[in-house]
C-alpha cells in the first residue's frame, strides 16, 4: 500500500489524513510545531483555531452554513468532532477550541493509520504529497513551493478589497460607466457631494483597525498595496486625487461631475461580485460595514467578503490546481486549505476534505471526485482554480494578462445560478432557499460516483 505524507497538521492537513486513514490508507502527517513557531499559534496541537473559535453559521441558506452540511454528506471528520465539540452560539458553530484540537490530535494519534511527526519539511518531498502547510507556512518550505509554482510572489502581507453583491447595489443612486466613456461602461459609480464625502471621511479615518500580530509587524508594504486607511490619513483630499478620484465620470442623468466617486470593479466571471476599487484596509470589520454602507448606493450592500491585510502564504490556484486540487504540473501532489487561496476555517476543512479523498481516489485507480459547481465546494474548487476571472486585456500594449488571485470565502455569488422568474429575481431568501435544496440534492447524488 502507498503511503502519503502531509505536511501541515491544521485543520485542512488533520481533516485530509483522517480520510485517508478511514479508507485503509498510511499517511506520514509532518507539523513542525513545537520545535519551530509560527507566531501566532499557542499550542502544539493539530487542527487549532488561532483566532476565532466560530466556524460560522449552521443554517443551510447561510453560504458557510451549506458547505458544513456538504461536508457531512462527504463523510467529513473535523466537522463531527466540532459538533461534539461545541459550545452555545445561536445559530453558529463555535467551538471549545483547547477541547477540539486536544480531540483531533487524539484521534490523529490513536489511529494507526496515521504517524504524526514533529519537523519541519524545508523540500516538497517526492511520492504522495497533500500540502496543507496554511498561511502561515515556514519561509524556506514556502521558497520551495515558489520554485516548484515558478510564482513570483508567494510570501506577502496581503491587501484585499471589500466585495459587495451586485443585486444589493442602488442604483437609484449609483450608475454604470467608465472613465471618460472610454470603452465599455464596466464600472459601478458610487457618486459623492462634498458633504457625503467629508461623512465618509470622518469615518474612515476614525475607524478602528486590527491589531498585526507581532510577526508580522515588520513586515514591509508596497506602496502599492497600502491601505486605505493611511492614504485619507495623508490628507483629506489624497483619496480625491487617487481611487475617488470623480474627473471623467458623470452621471448622464444628472449631467453631474461629482465631488467623489467610489469605483466598484467586476469580481467573477457571472458578473455578480464587485470590488471597492483602491479600497484595501485593515479596518476592523464592524467600521467596514459602517463605511461602505455611508457610500451612496451601498447603504444596503451585501458584504460578500471583508477586506483584511495580514502575512500571507499562498499560491496562484488557477494557475497551478485542477478543480479536484492536484497539481496540473504532478500527479501525486495535491494542495489543500488556506494556501489553495481560500480564505475561513470552514473553506481550510472542506479543501482537506476534498484534497483527501482525491489523494486516495489516485491511489485506489479511481476517478478523482470534482463536485459541480451547483454545490458550495465545487463552486469553491471551481471558482480559485478556474483563470477566467482574473483575466484582463492590458491597457499598455493590449495583451491578454492576469490579475493576481485573492483569497475567497464561500459565498452565494460563485455558485451557478439558478433560473427564477423575473418577479422573483430580486428576493434573495427564495434565491439561498432553491440553491441550498438543488446543492443538497446534488450532493447526495454524486458524492458516491
Not at 488533520?14 to 507539523?31: P, W
Not at 493590449?398 to 429575481?425: C, F, H, M, T
Request: net charge neutral; with cysteine.
Amino acid at each position: 500500500m502507498q503511503e502519503v505524507k502531509i505536511i501541515g497538521a491544521g485543520l485542512a492537513g488533520s481533516e485530509a489524513a483522517l480520510q485517508l486513514a478511514k479508507r485503509g490508507i498510511k499517511v506520514k502527517l509532518y507539523e513542525m510545531r513545537p520545535k519551530k513557531t509560527t507566531g501566532a499559534h499557542v499550542t502544539e496541537d493539530c487542527a487549532e483555531f488561532v483566532c476565532s473559535n466560530s466556524l460560522g453559521s449552521l443554517d443551510i441558506t447561510n453560504a458557510s452554513g451549506l458547505l458544513k452540511k456538504e461536508m457531512e454528506i462527504l463523510g467529513g471528520e473535523l466537522i463531527k468532532i466540532a459538533k461534539e465539540k461545541s459550545v452555545p452560539a445561536g445559530n453558529a458553530l463555535a467551538i471549545a477550541r483547547k477541547d477540539f484540537s486536544e480531540a483531533v490530535t487524539g484521534r490523529i494519534l490513536a489511529n494507526d493509520n496515521i504517524e504524526l511527526i514533529r519537523e519541519e519539511i524545508t523540500e516538497i518531498p517526492d511520492g504522495n504529497v497533500i500540502i496543507a502547510s496554511g498561511p502561515l507556512t515556514s519561509d524556506t518550505f514556502a521558497k520551495s513551493i515558489q520554485k516548484f509554482t515558478k510564482s513570483e510572489h508567494l510570501h506577502f502581507f496581503d491587501a484585499i478589497a471589500p466585495i459587495v453583491e451586485l443585486d444589493s447595489i442602488n442604483f437609484d443612486k449609483a450608475f454604470w460607466g467608465s472613465r471618460y466613456d472610454k470603452g465599455e461602461a464596466s464600472y459601478i459609480n458610487c457618486p459623492m457631494n462634498k458633504e457625503e464625502y467629508e461623512k465618509f471621511y470622518n469615518i474612515l479615518i476614525n475607524s478602528p483597525r486590527i491589531e498585526q500580530h507581532d510577526a508580522d509587524k515588520d513586515t514591509k508594504f508596497f506602496e502599492s498595496c497600502l491601505p486605505v486607511e493611511v492614504l485619507a490619513s495623508r490628507g483629506v483630499d489624497t483619496l480625491r486625487f487617487g481611487p475617488m478620484k470623480p474627473v471623467g465620470l458623470i452621471d448622464k442623468r444628472t449631467g453631474i461631475e461629482n465631488y467623489a466617486v467610489v469605483q466598484l470593479r467586476q469580481d467573477d466571471s457571472a458578473k455578480t461580485m464587485f470590488n471597492l476599487v483602491g479600497f484595501q484596509t485593515n479596518l476592523k470589520w464592524g467600521a467596514q460595514k459602517e463605511l461602505v454602507h455611508s457610500i451612496p448606493g451601498l447603504e444596503n450592500a451585501n458584504i460578500l467578503r471583508y477586506g483584511v491585510m495580514h502575512r500571507n502564504t499562498f499560491i496562484n490556484a488557477s494557475q497551478v490546481l485542477n478543480p479536484s486540487f492536484e497539481t496540473r504540473e504532478r500527479q501525486g501532489l495535491f494542495f489543500a486549505g488556506q494556501i489553495t487561496g481560500t480564505e475561513g476555517y470552514t473553506e481550510s476543512i472542506a479543501g482537506g476534505l476534498l484534497a483527501g479523498i482525491n489523494m486516495a481516489n489516485r491511489i485506489q485507480n479511481k476517478e478523482l471526485f470534482i463536485p459541480p459547481k451547483e454545490t458550495m465546494l465545487g463552486a469553491l474548487a471551481h471558482y480559485i482554480t478556474d483563470k477566467a476571472h482574473l483575466a484582463h486585456i492590458s491597457k499598455r500594449d493590449g495583451s491578454l494578462r492576469y490579475l493576481p488571485a485573492q483569497p475567497i470565502n464561500s459565498n452565494w455569488a460563485i455558485v451557478a445560478p439558478i433560473d427564477l422568474p423575473k418577479k422573483e429575481r430580486k428576493n434573495k431568501k427564495l434565491k439561498t432557499e432553491l440553491l441550498s435544496k438543488r446543492a443538497i440534492e446534488t450532493m447526495i447524488s454524486v458524492k458516491d460516483i
